[in-house]
């Protein structure tokens, strides 16, 4: 069963403003991570954070999770056209390191 | 480095008939190793995993199945095809500790007709 559950399912914006998608996870996790696909290809790792963190950043892209609420953000702040895609939250279970599970997706579209 | 590669890119197979996805790592040793499928437009659902030679964990019992019969390489199968089987495969590996992110190969478009 899928673990994360991205919102909303699809989002549209305007060049230069600011992207936020949510995920909702269910279970403990070692670690939330956030994925793109661009359509019909394969995905590439965003970020990484672990159950410890509660904030990251890695260019214009912002993570936070709190744990005891069972979600995570990804902020993608000054978007572009070429940010149009779909964004993944990915989790790895609290009692295995092996199990990676993916939510259904935020589909992203940047609109110039 | 470390490459990953999936084959075909594309497939088109009758209904019935068999099927044999593989993918390939390189430059690393002992990865965990993941089948995913992807249905138009919906999320990545998780299919098999493996963290060694001949360890094989499924998590949806379906007409698939999966082997690792080296270390680096990891093979979808089925004996027989139904239409239900369509939609976008992908083959992913993990390093086999620590804390890491997975990556993806290009995925494999499979129609069943």
């Known amino acids: 069963s899928q673990q994360g559950e991205e919102d909303p399912q699809a989002l549209s914006i305007q060049e230069g403003e600011n992207a936020t998608m949510n995920c909702s996870y269910k279970t403990s996790i070692n670690n939330l991570q956030w994925y793109r696909q661009n359509s019909g290809r394969g995905l590439v790792h965003l970020i990484l954070?672990?159950?410890?963190?509660r904030e990251k950043h890695s260019g214009r892209l912002r993570v936070t999770l709190d744990t005891s609420k069972k979600s995570s953000s990804l902020l993608i702040t000054a978007s572009r056209a070429a940010d149009t895609a779909s964004y993944f939250c990915?989790?790895?279970?609290?009692?295995?390191?092996?199990?990676?599970?993916f939510g259904k997706g935020t589909l992203l579209t940047v609109n110039p | 480095s470390q490459t990953i590669h999936q084959w075909p890119a594309t497939l088109v197979q009758p209904v019935g008939s068999p099927l044999s996805l593989e993918c390939t790592v390189e430059?690393?040793?002992?990865?965990?190793l993941y089948w995913y499928r992807q249905a138009a437009g919906r999320g990545l659902q998780l299919l098999f995993y493996s963290v060694g030679i001949g360890q094989i964990s499924s998590e949806v019992p379906q007409n698939l199945s999966a082997s690792r019969p080296q270390d680096r390489q990891f093979i979808l199968s089925s004996k027989k095809l139904l239409l239900s089987d369509s939609g976008f495969y992908l083959c992913?590996?993990?390093f086999g500790t620590g804390v890491t992110e997975a990556f993806f190969g290009q995925g494999t478009r499979l129609t069943v007709v």
């Open positions: 992913a590996w993990r």
């Open positions: 990915a989790t790895v279970f609290g009692g295995s390191n092996y199990k990676l599970t």
């Open positions: 954070i672990r159950s410890n963190e």
């Open positions: 430059g690393t040793s002992n990865p965990n």
